[in-house]
């Protein structure tokens, strides 16, 4: 989601009156409703009218001259053309340095040629632009389909809305049976030195394309194949896992930070894919899901398991039949790890595209892994030759599957579209979800106890307004988050009781009874302690927008001495949260720290000159002549501008951070409007110009011992010059190691189990780093702190008890850094050093992957504080 842009009803501004200093570029990401060279993927209505009503804007259409698209109007054009829809796509420049020409792979500057030769083979391949990656590469999205009328499309249209909003009736319906199409999405080279899931999507378009048997014809007159033929340019391009940003974006799926997979969201709600298929590399045997347990307790998993089972034997037939073994090629049997492996490879968090589409109504995805590796140091090592054979068995094992599930989805047609309108049915009618057996999903083996996670939804949550709620700016954030994933979010047009409560106007409800409700869920609710299930994870076991993004989220379990149901609430179901900026009409104003928008409308002032002050809780105190461009902010950002009579004290100023930090924590920080200059101990050693930052932040990448004498000279002159000198912001163990390396802070910092990860509770002291900071946080591979020396304050300590809310955190083989071992201590700390430097330590993960934005102020403050 973009930025919200309220609009102002308590202060006017001539437009041009004044400029607004913008925010980093590196903190802007390319924006969905920007101008484009070409238009991108069919749009739903509500995405446009959110879009419309966040930026003032209204669609605009682009020239179309019989079915092929041409032009540089930059909006979407209507649902109801028909297919094929044919653009020309540019031809990005030559690039010989493309690592994947090494491969004997189609670089990316290959592809729109291809694409345009494509679509000129017949009447069934349409290409269209979803949206920019980070680098500014352009996504194509290519439809493989019979051709359909505008009459058609609409029809197409009109059952797939069916099936999602009105489940019970999609039941019935005897078009959708007969002639609804299935849509198949294939998702291709998401990390992108995984590369060659977009060859075999290449070469299965120009077989669809060319073939003339009467199963092909079938096949396409029944389906949509909608294939993204690279999700990762950038990575494509460069040879990383990451895109351009440095983001993992198959971790990416429930924070939506990045546009390659804001994008793929887009395509998610707007085809809604009953099958899909995520192809990645390099696992030996080739893996093909579904996973070992925990499953996500959010899903139908009845329904899931049942159809992703039976498509994964047919994608095992299908590689196994291409006649690869392990003397003659190195290739070893496919591994399905439901069925082969106890635990390690699971579907709980809902970061990963496959477990991301199950929300959006996918009866069976698959990440499947490639078995030959190519990339990182066999890319470098290996001959070429010998790379070559292993990518062209890696395409030849992509193509398998990709007609494996095609194949599948012909044969199974009805029971799958049928099986997502029952997930949607379900979730529309408020039933509990069915337990796996070998009872309710017959056909797969070796069901177990270990296989059960459900959950025991709630009837409704309330992101409330007035007093009750914690930031109108986060709150709106969060609704329109929500509405971005497609879950349906009702805003109240009066006041109302729900479970014993009265909520204000304004506050908005999210009904439980409806088809996304496990999407709803798995973004609102606090989650579960998985830490006695399973001895290890993939990656986290624990988020929750709902505890984590700054806003205040109530949870009705049940309704009962009410005066409204859920459903009922007298309001109007909305596309956008409601503006959340204002600005007080009189004197001085105060603007609160505890949202990072807020910490970037304060560095946005100081960078244009404007004098601030320090309240006594950490806010800001803007004076009168600043109203102007406060009424700026507060529109573009959504922030508040409160009437106030403190005057503050101290100056702070523009605060320019050298960084030693991971991509998304250089992300977060420029998100913030931070000043940011990485740095290592390369630059460091090279002679760094000091006197062009206020404040160092440590987290990875930077160890105390590599640094010469010459650079430790320098570092210390600029953190031993007292109240003019520079200060330290340290977070993890990395950051803690340096401190005590540097001899700065007096504390031992203390290690839990290093795979631990997830939300947790904590308490704060308030004041200039935690004031007003939610009562949660998150932690991987924690750590807390211990032997405080005289005057270091205690910012923040974890929870008594059991901190862990939700996630996997056990004790290590010696029985210590369990959660027990935390409980109480302090997990935040602050003070001064002895030679004057301004520190403060974080054994949290206030920034991690850009995710708990709730928690970023909590280090955007600490730098404030820092650099004095």
Same mark, same amino acid.
């Given at each position: 989601?973009?930025?919200?842009?309220?609009?102002?009803?308590?202060?006017?501004?001539?437009?041009?009156?004044?400029?607004?200093?913008?925010?980093?570029?590196?903190?802007?990401?390319?924006?969905?409703?920007?101008? #484009?060279?070409?238009?991108?993927?069919?749009?739903?209505?509500?995405?446009?009218?959110?879009?419309?009503?966040?930026?003032?804007?209204?669609?605009?259409?682009?020239?179309?001259?019989?079915?092929?698209?041409?032009?540089?109007?930059?909006?979407?054009?209507? *649902?109801?053309?028909?297919?094929?829809?044919?653009?020309?796509?540019?031809?990005?420049?030559?690039?010989? &340095?493309?690592? =994947?020409?090494?491969?004997?792979?189609?670089?990316?500057?290959?592809?729109?040629?291809? $694409?345009?030769? $494509?679509?000129?083979?017949?009447?069934?391949? =349409?290409?269209?632009?979803?949206?920019?990656? &980070?680098?500014?590469?352009?996504?194509?999205?290519?439809?493989?389909?019979?051709?359909?009328?505008?009459?058609?499309?609409?029809?197409?249209?009109?059952?797939?809305?069916?099936?999602?909003?009105?489940?019970?009736?999609?039941?019935?319906?005897?078009?959708?049976?007969?002639?609804?199409?299935?849509?198949?999405?294939?998702?291709? /080279?998401?990390?992108?030195?995984?590369?060659?899931?977009?060859?075999?999507?290449?070469?299965?378009?120009?077989?669809?394309?060319?073939?003339?048997?009467?199963?092909?014809?079938?096949?396409?007159?029944?389906?949509?194949? +909608?294939?993204?033929?690279?999700?990762?340019?950038?990575?494509?391009?460069?040879?990383?896992?990451?895109?351009?940003?440095?983001?993992?974006?198959?971790?990416?799926?429930?924070?939506?930070?990045?546009?390659? =997979?804001?994008?793929?969201?887009?395509?998610?709600?707007?085809?809604?894919?009953?099958?899909?298929?995520?192809?990645? @590399?390099?696992?030996?045997?080739?893996?093909?899901?579904?996973?070992?347990?925990?499953?996500?307790?959010?899903?139908?998993?009845?329904?899931?398991?049942?159809?992703?089972?039976?498509?994964?034997?047919?994608?095992?037939?299908?590689? /196994?039949?291409?006649?690869?073994?392990?003397?003659?090629?190195?290739?070893?049997?496919?591994?399905?790890?439901?069925?082969?492996?106890?635990?390690?490879?699971?579907?709980?968090?809902?970061?990963?595209?496959?477990?991301?589409?199950?929300?959006?109504?996918?009866?069976?995805?698959?990440?499947?892994?490639?078995?030959?590796?190519?990339?990182?140091?066999?890319?470098?090592?290996?001959?070429?030759?010998?790379?070559?054979?292993?990518?062209?068995?890696?395409?030849?094992?992509?193509?398998?599957?990709?007609?494996?599930?095609?194949?599948?989805?012909?044969?199974?047609?009805?029971?799958?579209?049928?099986?997502?309108?029952?997930?949607?049915?379900?979730?529309?009618?408020?039933?509990?979800?069915?337990?796996?057996?070998?009872?309710?999903?017959?056909?797969?083996?070796?069901?177990?106890?270990?296989?059960?996670?459900?959950?025991?939804?709630?009837?409704?949550?309330?992101?409330?307004?007035?007093?009750?709620?914690?930031?109108?700016?986060?709150?709106?954030?969060?609704?329109?988050? $929500?509405?971005?994933?497609?879950?349906?979010?009702?805003?109240?047009?009066? @006041?109302?009781?729900?479970?014993? %409560?009265?909520?204000?106007?304004?506050? +908005?409800?999210?009904?439980?009874?409806?088809?996304?409700?496990?999407?709803?869920?798995?973004?609102?609710?606090?989650?579960?302690?998985?830490?006695? *299930?399973? =001895?290890?994870?993939?990656?986290?076991?624990?988020?929750?927008?709902?505890?984590?993004?700054?806003?205040?989220?109530?949870?009705?379990?049940?309704?009962?001495?009410?005066?409204?149901?859920?459903?009922?609430?007298?309001?109007?179901?909305?596309?956008?949260?409601?503006?959340?900026?204002?600005?007080?009409?009189? @004197?001085?104003?105060?603007?609160?720290?505890?949202?990072?928008?807020?910490?970037?409308?304060?560095?946005?002032?100081?960078?244009?000159?404007?004098?601030?002050?320090?309240?006594?809780?950490?806010?800001?105190?803007?004076?009168?002549?600043?109203?102007?461009?406060?009424?700026?902010?507060?529109?573009?950002?959504?922030?508040?501008?409160?009437?106030? %009579?403190?005057?503050?004290?101290?100056?702070?100023?523009?605060?320019?951070?050298? !960084?030693?930090?991971?991509?998304?924590?250089?992300?977060?920080?420029?998100?913030?409007?931070?000043?940011?200059?990485?740095?290592?101990? !390369?630059?460091?050693?090279?002679?760094?110009?000091?006197?062009?930052?206020?404040?160092?932040?440590?987290?990875?990448?930077?160890? +105390?011992?590599?640094?010469?004498?010459?650079?430790?000279?320098?570092?210390?002159?600029?953190?031993?010059?007292?109240?003019?000198?520079?200060? $330290?912001?340290?977070?993890?163990?990395?950051?803690? !190691?340096?401190?005590?390396?540097?001899?700065?802070?007096?504390?031992?910092?203390?290690?839990?189990?290093?795979? !631990?990860?997830?939300?947790? #509770?904590?308490?704060?002291?308030?004041?200039?780093?935690?004031?007003?900071?939610?009562?949660?946080?998150?932690?991987?591979?924690?750590?807390?702190?211990?032997?405080?020396?005289?005057?270091?304050?205690?910012?923040?300590?974890?929870?008594?008890?059991?901190?862990?809310?939700?996630?996997?955190?056990?004790?290590?083989?010696?029985?210590?850094?369990?959660?027990?071992?935390?409980?109480?201590?302090?997990?935040?700390?602050?003070?001064?050093?002895?030679?004057?430097?301004?520190?403060?330590?974080?054994?949290?993960?206030?920034?991690?992957?850009?995710?708990?934005?709730?928690?970023?102020?909590?280090?955007?403050?600490?730098?404030?504080?820092?650099?004095?």
């Amino acid at each position: 989601m973009g930025i919200p842009r309220p609009l102002l009803l308590t202060t006017a501004v001539t437009a041009g009156a004044l400029l607004l200093a913008p925010l980093p570029a590196s903190a802007a990401p390319v924006r969905e409703d920007a101008p #484009r060279p070409h238009p991108v993927r069919e749009r739903d209505t509500r995405t446009d009218a959110a879009t419309a009503a966040r930026t003032g804007t209204t669609v605009t259409g682009t020239t179309v001259t019989g079915t092929t698209v041409t032009g540089t109007a930059g909006a979407a054009l209507p *649902d109801s053309r028909a297919y094929p829809r044919r653009t020309v796509l540019d031809t990005p420049p030559v690039n010989p &340095a493309d690592k =994947s020409i090494k491969l004997g792979l189609a670089p990316y500057h290959s592809l729109a040629p291809r $694409l345009n030769a $494509l679509q000129k083979l017949g009447d069934r391949v =349409s290409v269209e632009v979803a949206g920019r990656s &980070a680098g500014g590469h352009e996504l194509y999205l290519v439809t493989v389909t019979a051709p359909e009328s505008a009459r058609e499309v609409r029809e197409q249209r009109r059952m797939r809305d069916l099936i999602e909003s009105a489940p019970a009736l999609a039941a019935k319906d005897r078009r959708i049976k007969s002639s609804y199409k299935t849509p198949v999405f294939i998702n291709n /080279n998401i990390h992108g030195n995984e590369w060659e899931g977009t060859d075999a999507a290449l070469k299965l378009v120009e077989e669809l394309a060319k073939a003339k048997d009467s199963g092909t014809a079938g096949l396409l007159a029944s389906n949509r194949v +909608y294939l993204n033929v690279t999700a990762n340019p950038d990575g494509r391009i460069a040879g990383t896992r990451a895109n351009s940003a440095g983001f993992d974006l198959n971790r990416d799926f429930i924070t939506g930070s990045q546009p390659e =997979s804001r994008a793929v969201r887009r395509i998610a709600v707007d085809k809604q894919p009953a099958v899909m298929l995520d192809l990645h @590399g390099y696992v030996n045997g080739t893996l093909i899901e579904p996973t070992t347990p925990p499953h996500g307790e959010n899903y139908e998993y009845d329904l899931f398991l049942k159809n992703a089972y039976a498509n994964a034997l047919g994608m095992e037939k299908a590689v /196994n039949g291409l006649g690869y073994t392990p003397g003659k090629d190195g290739v070893d049997p496919s591994v399905i790890p439901f069925r082969d492996q106890r635990e390690g490879w699971d579907d709980w968090p809902p970061i990963f595209t496959p477990q991301y589409l199950a929300f959006q109504g996918a009866v069976a995805s698959h990440t499947v892994e490639f078995p030959m590796r190519v990339n990182n140091s066999s890319y470098d090592s290996l001959p070429v030759t010998e790379l070559r054979r292993r990518s062209a068995i890696n395409t030849d094992i992509a193509g398998a599957v990709m007609r494996a599930t095609l194949e599948w989805t012909v044969r199974n047609r009805t029971s799958i579209v049928a099986d997502q309108i029952e997930t949607f049915r379900r979730g529309a009618a408020g039933e509990a979800q069915r337990p796996v057996s070998e009872e309710t999903v017959p056909g797969v083996p070796g069901i177990g106890p270990e296989d059960v996670y459900t959950t025991d939804f709630p009837r409704a949550y309330v992101i409330p307004a007035g007093a009750e709620q914690r930031s109108a700016t986060a709150a709106a954030r969060l609704v329109d988050h $929500l509405v971005a994933n497609d879950v349906r979010v009702r805003r109240a047009s009066t @006041g109302f009781r729900l479970a014993g %409560k009265r909520y204000p106007a304004g506050s +908005y409800v999210v009904d439980m009874h409806q088809a996304k409700r496990g999407m709803a869920n798995v973004i609102l609710d606090a989650g579960r302690d998985i830490s006695a *299930d399973v =001895s290890t994870m993939y990656d986290i076991s624990g988020w929750s927008l709902g505890l984590l993004w700054g806003a205040s989220v109530d949870k009705v379990q049940k309704v009962s001495g009410g005066t409204h149901t859920p459903g009922l609430v007298p309001g109007r179901t909305v596309t956008a949260a409601a503006p959340s900026g204002e600005v007080g009409r009189t @004197g001085d104003l105060r603007l609160r720290l505890d949202d990072p928008t807020e910490l970037a409308a304060l560095n946005s002032l100081l960078a244009q000159g404007v004098t601030v002050r320090r309240a006594a809780d950490g806010s800001a105190i803007v004076p009168a002549s600043a109203r102007p461009r406060a009424a700026v902010l507060a529109d573009r950002l959504g922030v508040a501008f409160t009437a106030t %009579k403190e005057k503050g004290t101290g100056a702070p100023h523009r605060t320019r951070v050298a !960084a030693a930090v991971t991509s998304s924590e250089l992300f977060a920080l420029r998100e913030m409007g931070f000043e940011v200059v990485p740095v290592s101990a !390369a630059t460091l050693n090279a002679g760094f110009d000091w006197s062009a930052a206020d404040v160092l932040f440590v987290s990875s990448g930077l160890r +105390y011992a590599d640094l010469g004498a010459p650079a430790r000279t320098a570092l210390g002159s600029f953190l031993g010059s007292g109240a003019d000198g520079g200060g $330290l912001v340290a977070l993890g163990s990395a950051g803690a !190691a340096f401190n005590t390396a540097a001899g700065l802070l007096p504390a031992t910092a203390v290690a839990g189990n290093g795979d !631990a990860n997830g939300v947790v #509770r904590v308490v704060n002291a308030g004041g200039t780093v935690t004031g007003g900071a939610p009562e949660h946080s998150f932690v991987y591979s924690p750590l807390w702190f211990t032997d405080l020396g005289s005057g270091v304050r205690v910012d923040q300590s974890y929870g008594t008890g059991n901190p862990l809310v939700s996630g996997h955190w056990r004790a290590q083989e010696d029985g210590t850094g369990a959660p027990g071992d935390a409980a109480g201590r302090a997990s935040v700390v602050s003070g001064t050093s002895a030679t004057g430097a301004r520190v403060t330590l974080f054994g949290t993960e206030p920034l991690f992957r850009d995710h708990p934005k709730g928690l970023f102020p909590q280090v955007g403050r600490a730098l404030l504080a820092a650099a004095g």
